[in-house]
């Protein structure tokens, strides 16, 4: 087996990145919610930012459904849909060119925040959330890195597939690539 990323697949090099990032999300998040179960009790904040207490705190809290509370109480088909969701990404990372570091970099913090929730759904049977950000009589939600991390890898995702020249971003070729040819 080769591990020369000249073949269009990612070489061990680029395994062992993906891995690496994913690990450290992880890492982070599990760390993260650990010191907010040890330190403060279910519903109790804290705000390390007095001045902006009202639209930041750390509130210890969990969540049974997904994001902003939706399909609560369904933990079950969310851990499979994230265990489905990872191995999906390491689907789509076996067939991504290596030369696309920022989906590779934006693929490995999607697969650590999945695995940071999916990890909290097998051991808690919830989700911990403790980023409180809030416009008071607007909006509340509570969150946390996992999520934050996921977010943001839409977002490099979405930036690394825009600069991607337009015969790449699609394998199906349009419909007008040889206008000279009829059938």
Known sequence: MS???????P???HWFALIGI???VLALDQLTKTLVIE???LGESWSPIPAVADFFQITHSVNSGAAFSLFSGANTPLL???LAMIVGILVVFRQTPPDRRLQIVAMAILLGGVMGNALDRIR????ID???WQIPRVVSNVS???DHAIVLSVILLFISQSRLPASHSSDTPSVDAHPDQTH
């Open 130 to 132: 403790f980023i409180h």
């Open 11 to 13: 070489n061990r090099r």
């Open 144 to 146: 946390n890195l996992a």
């Open 3 to 9: 591990i020369s990323s000249s073949s269009g697949i």
């Open 22 to 24: 994913a690990l450290a």
């Open 80 to 82: 499979l849909l994230a």
């Open 124 to 127: 808690y049977g919830t989700v």
């Open 39 to 41: 330190r403060l009790a």
